[in-house]
Nanobody, 120 residues
Framework: QVQLVESGGGLVQPGGSLRLSCVAS????????MGWYRQAPGKERELVAA???????NHADSVKGRFTISRINTKNTVYLQMESLEPEDTAVYYC??????????????WGKGTLVTVSS
């Protein structure tokens, strides 16, 4: 069993900051790419940022310069530092990871999501 658990969401005023965390746990052999997606009400889920096990990153144009993805491989943890938040960033944020289990199964896993609300 593998699971991803996000934390760090909440209510923040426009211009504020939040840091999301996601920890992968369970029967993990290795974790490949990790990423953050978000889904706003009435919209499709979209990629926010992704990071490889080697540290290469990719950020959506809408968050470049404001959000930063990072990870600690030894802790199977990925972070999303969000600065200068805007109301348009309001969404449920989901963690995603490509994981090889100890039984050699390779799968794509999702967390249950954490809500970020940007409002005054």
């Amino acid at each position: 069993q593998v699971q991803l658990v996000e934390s760090g969401g909440g209510l923040v005023q426009p211009g504020g900051s939040l840091r999301l965390s996601c920890v992968a746990s369970g029967s993990i052999y290795s974790v490949n790419a990790m990423g953050w997606y978000r889904q706003a009400p009435g919209k499709e889920r979209e990629l926010v940022a992704a990071i490889t096990s080697g540290g290469s990153t990719n950020h959506a144009d809408s968050v470049k310069g404001r959000f930063t993805i990072s990870r600690i491989n030894t802790k199977n943890t990925v972070y999303l530092q969000m600065e200068s938040l805007e109301p348009e960033d309001t969404a449920v944020y989901y963690c995603n990871a490509e994981i090889r289990s100890t039984n050699n199964y390779r799968g794509n896993y999702w967390g249950k999501g954490t809500l970020v609300t940007v409002s005054s």
